[in-house]
């Protein structure tokens, strides 16, 4: 069978490891690492504290030759996480290296009582990735335990990986879904209704209103106790896309603002008849086969979700803001 770490006839070798015990992570990791280990391959590891400890009990002196990153505030943002692994990916491969990447994804909430669906959220760059890290030769598993998430989000993670790895190996997938399918599938579905009572309600019919708009935002940001660099996030992310709305789509561009508990949200809604492409703001603005402009993408960075729907006759798409800083700054 195909060890995860040895080269495979695939573009980019993107596997699903799909846990629901510390026996199955210790039977169906352990021995791939240690076999990497004995053929010199760099192994990458972002991974929680518990399942660190049970691979470097498992590995023991082994577990030094392997490379541990600082997984605590990597996930923080989900498109800053997902831009990050890609830019540290293109690094590897613009120097003639080559690692495979073991990640475990951290979707719990940074906020108290959060709005929106982080884990699925996060399907989204599950599902972006195996087009942009397609080009740097690196292999990256995605480690996912089973016991903290619902069976239909695990089969989803199953069908978005084109490789799981099993008891027996790292296994082509032949049930994979590739990221344009599933992102105009998910992109089709309508979002949860905006409240009645909002913060802000803004229509926007020419550029120049963006001046007080971004007025508008900062001094709402900073009424909900966000710090400058927050509150400047916040701002520079629904400006861009704002922008989008007036310069792409139909006028007017409708935005509203709304908090719950911690987060602020917003949304831009156009009703223009050409939609975002589902595929819009994954690829950076120097990427050759970027799809769409670099508003959409800078704010995948600055928000921690970013939520679309395309319908026959609008756009909307909603930014989740939580109150908790991200340590750095984002990749853009």
Avoid at 143 to 159: A, F, N, Y
Avoid at 235 to 251: C, I, K, P, Q, S
Avoid at 257 to 273: A, E, F, P, R, Y
């Amino acid at each position: 069978m195909t060890d995860p770490a040895s080269p495979v006839a695939w573009d980019f070798v993107h596997a699903a490891l799909i846990v629901d015990s510390e026996d199955a992570l210790r039977a169906r990791l352990v021995p791939a690492l240690r076999r990497s280990v004995a053929a010199h391959e760099r192994v990458h590891l972002l991974v929680g504290a518990h399942v660190e400890r049970v691979l470097r009990d498992a590995l023991g002196t082994v577990a030094d030759r392997l490379e541990w990153g600082e997984r605590a505030t990597f996930h923080l943002r989900l498109g800053f996480a997902y831009e990050r692994l890609r830019r540290y990916l293109a690094a590897q491969h613009a120097a003639g290296s080559s690692v495979h990447v073991i990640t475990e994804a951290d979707v719990s909430a940074p906020g108290r009582d959060a709005p929106v669906d982080r884990a699925t959220a996060h399907l989204s760059y599950e599902s972006a990735c195996g087009d942009a890290y397609a080009d740097y030769g690196c292999a990256v598993t995605c480690l996912w335990d089973s016991r903290r998430h619902p069976t239909p989000l695990i089969e989803s993670v199953r069908t978005l990986h084109n490789h799981e790895l099993t008891d027996s190996g790292c296994l082509p997938n032949s049930g994979h879904v590739g990221s344009a399918d599933y992102l105009r599938r998910i992109s089709e579905i309508p979002l949860a209704a905006v409240p009645t009572m909002v913060d802000l309600d803004v229509g926007l019919v020419a550029l120049d209103q963006l001046t007080p708009l971004r007025s508008a935002l900062r001094g709402w940001a900073e009424a909900r106790s966000f710090d400058a660099d927050a509150t400047g996030d916040v701002v520079v992310a629904v400006t861009e896309v704002a922008t989008n709305g007036l310069v792409h789509g139909a006028l007017p561009v409708r935005l509203r603002c709304w908090h719950h508990g911690d987060t602020l949200i917003v949304q831009i809604d156009d009703s223009g008849d050409r939609p975002i492409p589902p595929t819009a703001g994954f690829r950076g603005p120097g990427s050759a086969d970027r799809v769409g402009g670099r508003g959409l993408w800078l704010a995948r960075q600055l928000a921690d979700v970013v939520t679309m729907h395309c319908g026959e006759s609008s756009t909307s798409v909603r930014l989740h803001f939580p109150h908790v800083g991200t340590p750095g700054r984002p990749a853009g």
